[in-house]
Every structure is written in structure tokens, then in C-alpha cells.
């Protein structure tokens, strides 16, 4: 290990750590600066997000989208790969089980759920698939194309909701509901027969542990596969990825479906596990957050989940806090870039002086 490095465990956990009560101190200083009582509203948020088995059912409902899309950027950033376009990936999913859901009758829900992941993966995947081709073959660059293809998925969303899919008598742009027998199995149904009881009205559902599992496999295919390996290898070193046989156009082309396909695959929970129809801002915003779970999460797999609950913990307890308090929902926008700052753009300024408290301890 090098003089100037701090331990991996230090780097994974005391970085962000330290990263995020920065983050926090400043966001009191916000809510200090605005009248109200940063004690008071910490308290707020934590009872709201995690008090009751309501708030956990919400928590939990976010943090699934986010481990969707965190993972989705983690391992698109494994290759060096920053894919901006979650959110338009997203919202392609999301068509994709609109479409799987009320063109196709199936008898029951499990039946459903594996072809509307696979019909979201799909979708998401083959919207990825535009931007990462112009990257491997004529050179665009990732981030100004997946960038500009979350635009252009929300206007074609627009026009679908507004024209195409809307039932006839309806003004809202939406589709019809999907068919009751559809409704995913909510953590209360999943607990209920192994005597826990959890709250009947809580958003979370069956795709919580789909999500998990896909994390799971996310870290066995970066770290036990040869795939992964080239993948890991790309991102380290193009050059050297060249020279031992790696093709570029392979590992991009395949990064960016796996990841499209992951964003994709978000639109599931929130489009059949929430309101059991496509609506206009079903993605909620998610795709960008995934962004920063996946900074946070140092695009681990693993690290992504505790990341995903914190931010899950954000959305819920910023919900209560703006019914409880004067303090507007923008606030909780506020937190979030705080965090994302501190974790990512400013992530030198705890890194640096750490590493100067392991040299100096090492060196007595």
C-alpha cells in the first residue's frame, strides 16, 4: 500500500461518512437560516421515514428505484462510462411495461412481472443502445448523448401519453389501469404469513428483493466473470484494455445495454408496484439520483444499498418534513446536491486529509 493511500475500509466507509455529516452540518446551518429548528426537523424526518412501518414502506419503495438506477450507473462507470440518460432509459421501461401489462393478458402476477422486467429491460436497453453505438463508432461523447436522450425520451412520452395511450373519456395523460389481477405483492402481503406485521398502505413490494438479487449478481459478474474482468480493465486502462485483445466497441456496446437495461427495469416498481399505470413523471426523478448513489456507493454493488436507503430515507422524510413544517420540499433538493458535492465533486477535501492522519499514524 502506497504512503500516500488510505485503507480501503477508510476509503469505502469513514470518506463518505465524514463526506455526508458535512453534508448534513450545512443543511442545519440551511434550515437554521430559515427560521426553523434543525433538531426538530431531523427528528421529523427520521419518525417519517422510518417511525412506522408506514414510513418504512415508502423508504423502501424509493430506495428500490435508486438501487435500480444507482446500479445502472455503477457498473456503466465500472468501464469509465458515464451514462447521464438513466432517467430517459427509465421512462422507455416504463412504456415498455405499460405496453407488456395492458396489451397482453396474463393470468396472474408473477407471470406479468417477468415480462414486464424483461420488456423494461428491453426498452431501457435498446434507448441506451442509440447513444452507446455513437460513442464506440463515430466517437460521440457518453455524456453529452445520454444527456440529450433523456429530452428526447420525454417528449416521445409526452406524445404517447397524450395522444396514443390515453383512453378516449380520459384528460389525463395517462394509460388505462392495468388489471387488478397485475397488483404486485406489497411487503405487508410478502410478511403477513410469517407473522410481521407491516403496513398495508406502504408502496414497497416484491421488487425490493428483485432489486437485491440484481446487486447480487451485478458483483458476481464484475468480479467473477471474465466479463467483468474486461470491463474493470477497460475502465482502468483503455490503452492496456487494447493491447491485451479487449475490444472497445464490445465492452461499450455491452456496458451500456446492461446498464440501459437496469434503468429500464426501475419503471417496474414505479409504474406496476405504484400507480398500476404509466403517468407523465412516473421516473420521479430517479435516474439523475441514481447518479448520486452511485458516487456515494463508489460504484460498488454493494455499496449502492446503503446509499439507495439514505437517499430513500431523503424522499420520504422530506415529504413528512414539508407537511410537518414551513420548510418547502426544495429543501430536501438542497440536502441532496449538498450530499452529492460533498461525496463526489468535493470528495479530495475529506480524502486528503485523511490520508495525512494514516501516513502520520503509520509513520510513528
Known amino acids: 500500500m502506497s504512503a500516500r493511500r488510505i485503507p480501503q475500509w477508510a476509503d469505502v466507509t469513514l470518506v463518505p461518512l465524514i463526506s455526508l455529516l458535512i453534508a448534513f452540518a450545512l443543511s442545519a446551518l440551511v434550515i437554521l437560516a430559515i427560521g426553523e429548528d434543525p433538531v426538530r426537523a431531523t427528528r421529523l424526518m427520521v419518525n417519517g421515514a422510518l417511525g412506522s412501518t408506514y414510513g418504512w414502506g415508502y423508504t423502501l419503495y424509493y430506495a428500490t428505484n435508486f438501487l435500480f438506477t444507482g446500479l445502472a450507473v455503477s457498473i456503466a462507470f465500472q468501464a469509465r462510462l458515464f451514462n447521464i440518460g438513466g432517467e430517459g432509459q427509465a421512462m422507455l421501461g416504463g412504456l415498455g411495461v405499460a405496453l407488456a401489462c395492458l396489451f397482453i393478458p396474463w393470468p396472474n402476477w408473477w407471470t406479468a412481472i417477468i415480462a414486464a422486467m424483461a420488456s423494461a429491460a428491453l426498452f431501457g436497453a435498446l434507448w441506451a443502445m442509440i447513444p452507446a453505438w455513437l460513442q464506440a463508432k463515430r466517437g460521440s461523447h457518453i455524456v453529452i448523448t445520454t444527456i440529450m436522450f433523456n429530452f428526447i425520451a420525454f417528449s416521445l412520452m409526452n406524445y404517447l401519453l397524450s395522444h396514443v395511450l390515453r383512453p378516449p373519456a380520459s384528460m389525463d395523460p395517462a394509460t388505462a389501469r392495468f388489471p387488478a389481477q397485475l397488483r404486485l405483492p406489497r411487503l405487508h402481503d410478502i410478511l403477513e404469513p410469517l407473522g410481521i406485521e407491516f403496513s398495508r398502505s406502504g408502496p414497497a413490494n416484491v421488487m425490493l428483493f428483485i432489486a437485491l438479487a440484481a446487486c447480487v449478481l451485478a458483483w458476481v459478474m464484475l468480479w467473477r466473470t471474465r466479463l467483468g474482468f474486461e470491463i474493470r480493465a477497460f475502465g482502468q486502462s483503455e490503452p492496456a484494455a487494447h493491447y491485451a485483445g479487449i475490444s472497445s466497441v464490445k465492452i461499450i456496446m455491452l456496458v451500456m445495454l446492461i446498464s440501459g437495461g437496469l434503468a429500464g427495469m426501475m ?7 405504484g400507480p398500476q399505470r ?3 413523471n412516473a421516473v420521479e426523478g430517479a435516474g439523475f439520483i441514481g447518479i448520486a448513489v452511485a458516487l456515494m456507493g463508489r460504484s460498488h454493488p454493494f455499496g449502492i444499498i446503503p446509499a439507495a436507503l ?21 429543501m ?21 486529509p485523511l490520508e495525512a492522519v494514516f501516513v502520520m499514524l503509520r509513520g510513528r
Open 267 to 273: 419503471a417496474v416498481n414505479s409504474v406496476m408496484g
Open 278 to 280: 404509466l403517468v407523465m
Open 310 to 330: 439514505l437517499f430513500g430515507f431523503l424522499f420520504q422524510g422530506g415529504s413528512e418534513l414539508a407537511i410537518e413544517t414551513s420548510i418547502p420540499r426544495e
Open 332 to 352: 430536501i433538493v438542497i440536502i441532496q446536491a449538498l450530499v452529492i458535492m460533498f461525496t463526489g465533486a468535493l470528495d479530495n477535501m475529506v480524502r486528503r
